[in-house]
């Protein structure tokens, strides 16, 4: 059966739960909820993930691998501990824009082999970007996220399923969570075009019921493909986007 996580921004305590109260409420089908670590808002992804936790048996905060020092003891392990938490996902970071915020040289892969050293309950999930590079280079580089010890996989998020069905013949015995995120407004797409270097397909319309459609054929796209799923509903009010879908 698939399994559907949601992500959602932890801008505030108050905000973050509103959300969490909304999709319990309206999609009991989700039990996971994965956090984002932006180091701008003042709620770390583990903090929310603390708090999400009183309303989702499962969450799962990002972890910057930059961010940690490679010969100082792991200090996330009592807030992970604390806070119940039974899964990460490792990303490399980007460099924040506060210079005063320390950072390491820590790479992904290092930061995945550390932390099934020293947290082997942990389950951890690495990242997949289908625009980083070409194909074969994306794919050897889950290859080598998978032999340092990741369990599975979350996008970046798709916004044509041509290429989620190439990728998906290179990742057959690999459990991936696809990522879909709608995009609203010509901005957006501008954005996630040239920052991120997403692909979209000819048909594709900045509105609510593109997006939707998406939405409803890249879950059952999931189903079929017998893989999972996660939404990024970004400042998108998360019932209009998935109402009748999940």
Not at 12 to 38: A, G, K, M, T, Y
Not at 206 to 212: A, D, F, H, S
């Amino acid at each position: 059966m698939v399994k559907i996580s949601i992500e959602l921004v932890p801008r505030s305590e108050e905000s973050l739960r509103r959300e969490l109260s909304q999709v319990r409420s309206h999609f009991p089908q989700v039990e996971r909820i994965n956090i984002p670590d932006i180091l701008r808002f003042d709620l770390r992804s583990w903090d929310g993930c603390a708090i999400a936790g009183d309303y989702f048996p499962k969450t799962i905060p990002h972890l910057r691998a930059i961010d940690f020092d490679p010969d100082a003891p792991l200090q996330i392990v009592d807030k992970l501990s604390n806070a119940g938490i039974e899964a990460v996902l490792v990303i490399t970071g980007d460099l924040p824009q506060d210079m005063g915020h320390k950072c390491y040289r820590t790479n992904c892969l290092e930061m995945i082999r550390r932390l099934k050293r020293e947290l082997p309950q942990l389950k951890v999930y690495a990242g997949m970007d289908p625009y980083r590079s070409g194909i074969k280079e994306e794919i050897d580089y889950v290859k080598a996220k998978h032999d340092a010890g990741a369990d599975a996989f979350f996008t970046q998020p798709f916004f044509d399923l041509r290429l989620m069905e190439i990728y998906q013949g290179f990742l057959q015995h690999v459990d991936v969570y696809w990522g879909v995120s709608p995009v609203l407004t010509e901005n957006s797409q501008n954005y996630w075009e040239n920052k991120n270097n997403a692909v979209f397909p000819p048909d594709f319309a900045p509105n609510l019921t593109w997006n939707r459609d998406f939405a409803a054929k890249a879950l059952e796209f999931a189903r079929a493909n017998n893989s999972n799923i996660y939404f990024m509903p970004i400042r998108t009010d998360i019932v209009k986007y998935l109402h009748g879908i999940i």
